[in-house]
């Protein structure tokens, strides 16, 4: 079982900046797949980034591609998201995900979720 803890979220106003972390517990990080997700209230949940075991291959949505960067440091246990020039469309509770069977995943099928973060940006 894995243990994912997320913190990092708040209010910002739009064009700034938030780094999201999520730290993992349970299994030996360096072999999980990680990524982010986010939902807005009354909307689906969406892919926002993903990083492979190393941190060497990574994903993006289109709708963050450019402004948002995922990263791990394996030493820590953490995953990180960086998010610059925020828009208030970036308003969603983000999740952590990682899962144990796949070097990098981008859809929505991972085995472990954190609790999330909520994120606002205000105009």
């Known amino acids: 079982q894995v243990q994912l803890v997320e913190s990092g979220g708040g209010l910002v106003q739009a064009g700034g900046s938030l780094r999201l972390s999520c730290a993992a517990s349970g299994r030996t990080f360096s072999s999980l797949a990680m990524g982010w997700f986010r939902q807005a209230p009354g909307k689906e949940r969406e892919f926002v980034a993903a990083i492979s075991w190393s941190g060497g291959t990574t994903y993006y949505a289109d709708s963050v591609k450019g402004r948002f960067t995922i990263s791990r440091d394996n030493a820590k246990n953490t995953v990180y998201l960086e998010m610059n020039s925020l828009k208030p469309e970036d308003t969603a509770v983000y999740y952590c995900?990682?899962?144990?069977?796949?070097?990098?995943?981008?859809?929505?099928?991972?085995?472990?979720w954190g609790q999330g973060t909520q994120v606002t940006v205000s105009s």
């Open positions: 995900a990682a899962d144990g069977r796949w070097v990098v995943v981008t859809t929505e099928e991972y085995e472990y």
